[in-house]
């Protein structure tokens, strides 16, 4: 009943009551031919959008249209745009309309709008990275790590103020988190993205998963009547080199859009780490340094086919393969109270460590009829498997070197499996009243987790049955949404969403025989306004209510030694943690925009780096602990000094206040925090482009942590050769290795702990790249006036 009731609500559009309709057609040439791709558009007399289609071959178009009068449009790439006003009562033929060509004659050259690199619309920000010379030979991690108010740190990727956010390509959600997500993201070249959505307040045809919103990358597509081929070679130079080549390939011709990409990466980095803890009995310092091997090979392919003028399908396929291998020296130097030293352990291993992943989807658009609605399907199939081989020895010494005793000798295999298969349906529904647009989508995950450990401290492996463990874990997840848009004039535009998510979760642990389900239905509301006071000032308030689930691994309540003294533990019994944004912004003249916001969190989760003064073990735990409240001021300021310098600068001043909701023997602590940007091009001729870019993070407080300061200066260099043809580029990245997590604190149970890490942030990167292909543009890339499906279908 459920299902059939749900198949009505979506397809209850096509069973309207038609209302009559007029044929306005005609024929659009130039003085001698007829042109083809020409974009119509029909307006009502306020200026909204009503209807729109392409020229055919023949220059001719067609459009249905009810009674009434319009404006027209038709534009043309490198001729003057036409406008009338049309009054329809009858079918009306408009004959042939002459379009103007440019001064400028296109010929064989390639005429290029400059987009500003940042771009505020309704309910996101637009970042438009072409033009950053860093991104040149990098991934979508490192792309992602440059947009505005964006910091990934430590594996977490933030929307400064508003916390962690989730990922999406092309509008669909990558079913990753944490680590194997920004190994995901290192796969794909940043320059196969034409640009980066912030969208901190998502609307509800969005999941409403992740409190800090959503980065959704939208990857290029192709030139129309075109195909080109983009070969990028790099090479890293840090304490290891790491050599990187990628290919990709675009393919655009009439109802055909194909695009293929390869990447493969291999190398070493570095990474360190440093922890303090300091115990009643005295200080454990810990040193770790780490040998990382950098191996993926990485490929997308995807196909779009239009069956008509109304009607898409398309395929796409993604596969990441990655083999981080590490090899770590451990030292653990143990002092008294008087800070004399008592032992040192000497830790070390080998890991061999890979990953797979799959992505399927299959998608289907239709525009139902000349009112703009259309309907589209979406089928996604994700697949993730891991292993973890893990053998070490660690070894006892006393201070002056001498051989102890074996602390430790074992061997970790760890293995799991993540499935998802989602299906969606979206509807976007016209009226004269308001823009509608409703949906539905169902996801089913599965996750399958071993750990195994043998002690190989007698020579001979020997399984622990305490320290081995299976868990299986399964969420269930449904969706339906409606979003209402609505026009009120030229100044006031409105916008209103729901959302409302069932779901579904069981884990149970096989070894300690616990099962826990959880079952929730929340409603997620969104509220946008936006007021255009004049040419140069527009303002906008938003809120929006946003849930942020617990990974996979969290839940496993299984204990894993780190070490003798250190062990990590998940929480069957998490619970999502809930948040409630809010936002108002100013936009003056696009170039300078703050916004002020709020974002207040409850039933917060995290991880509680705790320990046992008695036993001097540290524990690593997750807990719902906290409520929170996160505020702050942003302003960005887009400013082109002279026809050479281009800067793009952003300055935030963020706080919070954190309220212990669970006895974790801490207190909390916070305090403002002052994050600056600044990044300038600077163009030295047409050919040759220079980058200089800094940033600033001030030490802050926030809640059980503190944080010490962080700062960034990069020098990029590029030159065009060949006609443009191929590129050279030069970047020094963190030249004086400060952007790197330090003095992370913390103090529970009475004892204090001090940690850093860094991960090869300061290298040196060569790139060459090469393009090649049919660069001819004799028509322009077709609009179906909606952009945003088609971002969805791959057009």
Known sequence: MKKTNLLIFLLLPLFCLAQTTFKLKGKISNETIALEWADVSIFNLEGKIIDGTTS???????????????????????????????????????????????????????????????????????????????????????????????VVQNNVINILGKGVSRVMIDGRMIELTGEELNNFLKSISASDIKNIEIISNPPAKYEAEGTGGLINLIMKKGTRDSWKNTTTASYDQNKYGIYTLRDNFFYNKKKVRFSASVNGKTGYKNATDNLDMYFPDGLSNMKSTTRVKEE????????????????????????????????????????????????????????????????????????????????????????YDSKFDRNFIANNYSPDGSFVDVNQSGRNISNQGINNLSFKADMEHPLQALNLSYGAKMSFTNSQSDVQYYNTITGTPELDPAQSNRFKYTENNQAVYINGDKKINDKWNFQMGLRLENTKTNGFS?????????????????????????????????????????????????????????????????????????????????????????????????????????????????????????????????????????????????????????????????????????????????????????????????GLYKVGYTSGFDIGFKQDLMNKTMQIALLANDIFNTSYLKDFTSVVNGVKQVYSQTESNRFVRLSVVYNFGNKKINVKERAFGNQEEKKRTGN
């Not at 890979?354 to 009829?369: C, M, P, R, V, W």
């Open 296 to 383: 993926n090979l990485s490929g997308k392919l995807a196909l779009d086919y239009d069956i008509s003028e109304r009607t898409t399908v398309g395929f796409q396929f993604l596969k990441d393969r990655n083999n981080p291998d590490f090899k770590s020296d451990i030292r653990i130097d143990k002092y008294n109270t008087q800070n004399q030293p008592d032992y040192f352990t000497l830790n070390n291993s080998s890991t061999d460590k890979g990953s797979n992943n799959q992505t399927y989807n299959a998608h289907f658009i239709t525009k139902l009829d000349s009112l703009k609605r259309k309907l589209s399907f979406d089928v996604d199939y994700f697949n």
């Open 56 to 150: 055919k071959q023949d220059g001719t178009f067609e459009i249905n249209i009810k009674k009434g009068s319009y404006k027209m449009g038709i534009s043309l790439l490198g001729f003057t745009d036409y406008e009338k006003e049309t009054t329809i009562e009858k079918d009306t033929d408009l004959g042939t309309i002459i379009l103007k060509e440019n001064a400028t004659n296109l010929g064989e050259v390639v005429i290029k709008t400059k987009k500003p690199i940042i771009e505020q619309k309704t309910d996101r920000l637009v970042y438009n990275l072409e033009n950053n010379i860093t991104n040149v030979g990098g991934d979508a991690l490192s792309a992602i790590n440059t947009a505005p108010g964006v």
């Open 510 to 702: 096989e070894t300690l025989n616990q099962e826990t389900e959880n079952n929730y239905l929340k409603l997620f509301p969104t509220v946008y306004a936006s007021y255009k006071k004049n040419e140069n000032n527009s303002f906008s308030l938003n809120y929006g209510k946003r849930i942020n689930r617990p990974r996979f691994d969290l839940l496993n309540p299984f204990r894993i030694y780190i070490s003798s003294n250190s062990y990590s533990e998940g929480n069957p019994f998490l619970k999502p943690s809930f948040s409630d944004n809010f936002e108002f912004a100013h936009s003056y003249k696009e170039i300078l925009r703050t916004s002020v916001f709020m974002n207040v969190v409850t039933n917060g989760y995290g991880v509680i780096f705790t320990s046992n003064p008695e036993t001097n073990t540290q524990i690593v735990s997750r807990e719902n602990y906290f409520n929170g409240l996160n505020y702050g001021v942003g302003e960005s300021y887009s400013a082109t000094f002279a026809d050479w310098w281009q800067s793009e600068n952003s300055l935030y001043f963020l706080g919070s206040k954190t309220k212990f909701v669970k006895d974790i023997n801490a207190t909390p602590s916070n305090s403002l925090q002052i994050d600056f940007s600044t990044n300038n091009t600077f163009s030295l001729g047409k050919t040759t482009k220079l980058q200089i870019d800094f940033a600033y993070s001030t030490p802050f407080e926030s």
